[in-house]
């Protein structure tokens, strides 16, 4: 296992990151260790997405089937807005 350093980090950051730690009952050191391996793609949790797949691969059937109900219509085109 290797150890890493971070310079001049900011202290907010610092702050959110204890705060985030401090909410998950988890150590500071460990909540950066899931953070860091989530961002590349290697542990499940708390991985930063750029689209929906974080949230839609993690719907029950129910809450999918509910979603598709409710969001059929957006795929629709009114040709009179469409002149």
Known sequence: MANIT???????????????????????????????????????GLTAHSDLTGIAGSWTEKEWNEFSRNTREFGQVDPKLWR
């Open 6 to 44: 971070i310079k001049k980090l900011d202290d907010r950051v610092l702050d959110r990151l204890r705060a985030q730690a401090k909410k998950r009952k988890t150590s500071l050191n460990s909540h950066l260790k899931d953070i860091l391996a989530s961002t590349v793609g290697m542990k499940p």
